[in-house]
């Protein structure tokens, strides 16, 4: 299995990682959403990609599950892509994109989702508890008027 | 303005109302109070296209006034009111129903009417004229009792009645006194050719026949006596022997008049008192009259111009040249026809296989086209048409243009070469300048093109060249006109489709590898997934499938705003037994989902949270039940009406069709989702024409309707196909939906479809009636496949317990996404919104 990424672990000080599931659990090239708590934190859905090159090269991501523009929990549901070069989700309801690794928004640049640290660690995927202290963005309201589909 | 002036049409034709809008567009229509009268109970109609008349006799078929328009520009519409005086002294006009009104201008449209020599027995009953829709419906009754028909008269509207008869199952003669039909636009080569193609079509033709008598018949009602001694037995009989002007009002008001009938008028339309202007065909200009639709526009256009001072155009004439379909066969005819100008060259191509007749005439040096005959096939009609008009120079080798090229390369003109005021679509008179600006402006495909111009909608045949001009300022712009279908591909979806097709792929890494670039995205995942279910028809969540598929296919229901789902069963044609409707019911119940009737006739669910729905599809499949597709790009339903079995004026058993036709394209996955109905009769409840595919019962089988939609932009249907057994009715759709799902762009709805596509309406007719493209059973082949490899999705994934691992909210927890919250509201279950939701986590 090739090298995970991970987006915070150069820091030397000790990291509570928290097992989440197993890299099987996870379809390639699609998403799945973990239910994530700590002591301190209210239980918080994230969203969970497995991204695999054509070349078999992996790749994790964890950002928000919450998308501000529907107000929803269905961020994990999006297709997986690239946009510019830059791995991206679509959000199944109103289709804006979001950078996986830093959860910025393409089509507004003022919203971006949280991202949080993710390894694979043997056959388990893990997130790093640390990064849960960010803020959730439960309150943020975004116009959904993004390309509707005509129903 | 303190006072308006007083304006009087007389005549509400399409020539009258052309001038209305033709005033509406010139923007002084509020300086006029403006009355119209028009003799005919109805507004104005499209005469051009009476024939349409015929397939549903609903007259809004060929309307041609738009809701609103009289109220909304405040014009005083009389109908069924003739005007039988103007005192040109007291300047009044006064109708039959005893309505004055006074003017200060009259517009004169009265138009024409049909000419019936005095044949003795002429004024029996069963003998009609071709003219209104009156006239129509007295043949229409009188074919009730009917078995043959007669026409006397071979010229264009006389061969469109001869349709109209044929279409009214009678045995169909057309009597023509000159040697061949049609004499006066067409040549005698022409003419043979169009006489074998219409009695190819069962129509019998008879030419050179001088009728001299109709009398009582032996077998029928009449026989017609002809000078050359012989007979013909028939039971109607329609004289479409030339019209004449309506002239008596302007005759007795004492109005300058041709020696033959007629108003004169100058080229501002004005006749003889220079407050009353004539026009279309009560006018006669220059000693002509004009009994065309394109001239008549011209008429109205001028007299606005002159009448508002807001333009200058002035009528000077205008080109005869015609092209239409008569019964199926292309006819089209430009300037000297017969090449009567003197040392002229013609150059003819005959082929009898094909049935294709065209000539051209030009000029003694071969430099310019001066007339064309065109039979069977009228493709290069635009081309020639501006050749003539804007006295281009022709190639070296003119016969070039009509011959067949070999090697597929277009011998039609350089649309460049065009001057920018050459008039590319006469009936609307659209000049390429106003194209060219319509594409600057932002319109860049055909159905933009016609709605902002017009161009295209009247006859049609400059359909080819607006194309070319669209194309060729498109690509000056430099807009390249990138049909990428998103940076993954640079191929169109059609070129996808050709790929995956013949190189047999079936997944997208291998699709992505050999003709893609980077990972994919939302645009090009769901297109392949959809066309390698078009094609190879495997389970949309097979393994293989699913990361393509958007959340509604994933998750096999439509996603709603807050997350959850809705679940559609089928429910073919609506019909469903009690003891289903309880088991939705008892669903809805146990479940607690919001319960609303659709309208493709079922019944939708909402509000099933993901991890729900593999135990709501359990029961529903155990009961019977199998997806609806409702969240597909596909098949949605086929609506439909209870028929014959029930309805006392049900001609066809609609519901069967309906259910067999539901059952037959259920889990079809195409570009966009097809929508269908059948109606049981021609009363139309199923509302067959606002689908991608109606179908309207007959007496004698089935109408069939292809490319509306409702939704933001409605369409009605066209009628693609009359009176098919219901073996040909499905052998088309097949081959229809086929190749829609072959060439159409993504997400692109039928309509537009076909409204993009060269040719249209009767390209589709020829692709898929015809078969032109020689792919007919390849089409019905693919078909086929499809239906024969039908599986319900949710039956086979409730089999499958890897598969329903994946309806879980989380990966790693049982729970329920708690942001899924619902209130009441009349009885039932909504999503709650963000500021209910912030009270409950208050309490």
């Known amino acids: 299995m090739a090298q995970s990424t991970t987006n915070s672990t150069k820091n030397t000080a000790k990291i509570n990682w928290l097992s989440i599931c197993q890299l099987d659990d996870i379809v390639p090239n699609m998403g799945c959403c973990a239910l994530v708590s700590n002591a301190s934190n209210k239980a918080r859905q994230i969203a969970i990609f497995r991204i695999v090159s054509l070349q078999g090269e992996e790749q994790l991501f964890a950002v928000d599950n919450y998308c501000p523009f529907s107000q929803a929990n269905i961020i994990s549901r999006g297709i997986v892509g690239d946009l510019n070069d830059k791995i991206v989700v679509a959000s199944p309801l109103y289709k804006q994109h979001f950078e996986l690794s830093s959860g910025q928004c393409i089509e507004d640049k003022s919203v971006r989702l949280n991202n949080y640290a993710i390894r694979l660690n043997g056959s388990t995927v893990e997130l790093a508890l640390s990064s849960l202290t960010a803020a959730p963005k439960q309150e943020q309201q975004k116009n959904p008027q993004l390309k509707q589909e005509e129903k | ?843």
């Not at chain 2, 009695?199 to 006596?225: E, P, R």
């Not at chain 2, 635009?382 to 011959?403: A, C, D, H, R, V």
């Not at chain 2, 209870?642 to 037959?664: F, H, K, P």
């Not at chain 2, 009363?683 to 069939?704: F, H, P, V, Y």
């Open chain 2, 1 to 843: 303005m303190s006072t308006k002036i007083k304006l009087v049409v007389i005549g509400n034709g399409p020539v009258g109302h052309h001038f209305l809008e033709s005033l509406v567009t010139s923007g002084k229509a509020n300086n006029y109070q403006v009355t119209v009268f028009g003799e005919e109970p109805l507004p104005a109609y499209d005469r051009v296209h009476l024939t349409s008349w015929f397939k549903n006799q609903d007259v809004s078929d060929i309307n041609m006034v738009s809701n609103g328009f009289y109220a909304n520009n405040h014009f005083t519409l009389h109908i069924g009111d003739k005007v039988t005086q103007i005192d040109r002294f007291k300047k009044i006009v006064t109708s039959e129903n005893g309505v004055e009104v006074s003017y200060d201008k009259i517009i004169l449209a009265t138009g024409s009417f049909p000419f019936v020599p005095p044949v003795p027995g002429h004024q029996r009953d069963n003998i009609f004229v071709y003219r209104t829709i009156a006239d129509l419906e007295k043949i229409t009754a009188a074919a009730k009792t009917a078995k043959v028909g007669a026409v006397i008269g071979g010229g264009l509207l006389g061969l469109e009645a001869a349709k109209a008869l044929q279409d009214l199952n009678l045995t169909t003669h057309v009597i023509e006194f000159a040697p061949r039909l049609m004499a006066v636009q067409i040549d005698d080569g022409g003419g043979k050719m169009l006489r074998k193609k219409i009695q190819d079509l069962g129509v019998s033709v008879h030419t050179q026949k001088n009728t001299q008598n109709i009398s009582d018949g032996d077998n029928a009602v009449h026989k017609m006596s002809f000078a050359d001694g012989e007979e013909l037995e028939t039971d109607i009989i329609v004289f479409s022997a030339g019209i004449r002007p309506r002239d008596e009002l302007a005759r007795q008001t004492g109005l300058g008049m041709g020696a033959r009938g007629g108003v004169v008028v100058n080229n501002h339309c004005l006749t003889s008192d220079t407050d009353i202007y004539a026009i279309g065909e009560v006018a006669l200009w220059d000693n002509k009259i004009y009994g065309l639709i394109a001239p008549g526009n011209a008429m109205a256009q001028a007299a606005v111009d002159h009448l508002t001072q807001t333009g200058d155009s002035e009528f000077t004439g205008a080109d005869m040249s015609t092209k239409l379909k008569l019964m199926g066969v292309d006819v089209a005819s430009i300037g000297d026809a017969h090449g009567t100008t003197p040392n002229c060259r013609s150059y003819t191509y005959v082929n009898d296989r094909e049935e294709v007749y065209k000539k051209i005439v030009v000029s003694s040096d071969d430099k310019y086209l001066l007339g064309a005959v065109l039979i069977g096939d009228a493709a290069e009609y635009g081309s020639l048409l501006q050749f003539m008009l804007n006295k281009m120079e022709l190639p070296s080798e003119p016969e070039g243009l009509i011959l067949p090229s070999v090697d597929g390369s277009s011998t039609g003109i350089g649309v460049d070469a065009l001057p920018d005021s050459a008039v590319l679509c006469s009936c609307m008179n659209v000049s390429k300048s106003d194209v060219i600006a319509a594409v600057q402006a932002g319109a860049n495909d055909m159905a933009a093109i016609k709605s902002c111009t017009k161009a295209t909608t009247g006859c049609g045949g400059c359909t080819a060249l607006v194309t070319q001009v669209l194309n060729n300022e498109l690509e000056k712009q430099g807009v390249e006109v990138n049909t990428d279908l998103c940076q993954h591909f640079a191929h169109t979806r059609q070129d996808l489709y050709n790929i995956i097709r013949v190189e047999k792929i079936k997944t997208f890494a291998e699709l992505i590898s050999s003709h893609g670039t980077g990972l994919g995205c939302d645009i090009c995942k769901p297109t392949a997934a959809s066309i390698f279910a078009s094609c190879w028809n495997e389970h949309v969540i097979d393994n293989k499938l699913h990361g393509l598929q958007d959340t509604n296919d994933y998750y096999m229901g439509n996603m709603q705003k807050d997350g959850t789902y809705s679940v559609v069963p089928r429910v073919a044609g609506g019909e469903i037994t009690p003891e289903k409707l309880i088991v939705l019911g008892e669903v809805a119940k146990e479940f607690n989902l919001y319960t609303k009737i659709t309208g493709g006739q079922r019944v939708d669910l909402f509000g099933a949270r993901s991890e729900q729905l593999p135990a709501i599809w359990k029961i529903l499949v155990e009961a019977g039940f199998e997806t609806g597709h409702a969240y597909g790009k596909s098949l949605r339903t086929v609506k439909s009406c209870v028929g014959s079995t029930w309805c006392r004026y049900g001609v066809q058993d609609s519901m069967a069709m309906a259910i067999l036709l539901e059952n037959r394209y259920k889990g079809l996955r195409s570009p966009h989702k097809l929508k269908m109905a059948v109606s049981g009769c021609t009363r139309e409840c199923a509302e067959a024409q606002s689908k991608d595919l109606g179908i309207i019962a007959t007496e004698n089988g089935w109408n069939m309707y292809v490319c509306g939609n409702g939704g933001m932009k409605p369409r009605h249907a066209d009628l693609f196909a009359a009176d098919l057994d219901d073996v040909t009715l499905i052998k088309y759709i097949d081959r229809l939906f086929m190749f829609y799902i072959r060439t159409a762009d993504r997400l692109q709805r039928t309509s537009v479809w076909m409204d993009n596509m060269a040719g249209g309406l009767e390209y589709l007719k020829a692709v898929i009636i015809n078969d032109k493209l020689n792919i007919a059973s390849e089409l019905e082949s693919e078909m086929t496949n499809v239906i024969d490899t039908y599986q319900c999705e949710w039956k086979t994934t409730i089999e499958d317990p890897e598969k329903l691992k994946r309806f879980t909210h989380f990966v790693n927890s049982q729970a329920q996404d708690d942001n899924i919250i619902f209130t009441t509201e009349r009885q039932q279950i909504r999503p709650a919104l963000a500021s209910e939701k912030l009270i409950m986590e208050v309490n």
